[in-house]
C-alpha cells in the first residue's frame, strides 16, 4: 500500500472525526427554554463559530483524502 493511500486514508478518518465533533458542538451550543408561554434562547456564540470551523476543517481534510485516494 502506498503512503498516500495511507494519508488519504487517515485524512478522511479525521474528516469524519472533526465533523461529529463540529456538529455535536453546534447542536450543545443552542438551547431554548420555554415558560409562560415564552421562549427563551440561550445560545453560546463563540461555540457555534467553533463548531462551524470545525465542520469547515473537516471537509478540507475529507477532500483531501479523497483527492489523495483518487491520485494516481
Known amino acids: 500500500m502506498k503512503i498516500t493511500k495511507i494519508i488519504g ?3 478522511i ?4 472525526v472533526l465533523a461529529y465533533l463540529g456538529i455535536t458542538k453546534v447542536s450543545d451550543s443552542s438551547a431554548g427554554v420555554k415558560a409562560l408561554g415564552m421562549e427563551i434562547d440561550l445560545s ?3 461555540g457555534k463559530e467553533e463548531g462551524y470551523i470545525y465542520l469547515g476543517v473537516a471537509v478540507l481534510l475529507f477532500a483531501g483524502g479523497v483527492y489523495s485516494l483518487k491520485k494516481k
Open 13 to 16: 478518518v479525521g474528516g469524519v
Open 9 to 11: 486514508i487517515l485524512l
Open 44 to 46: 453560546n456564540e463563540s
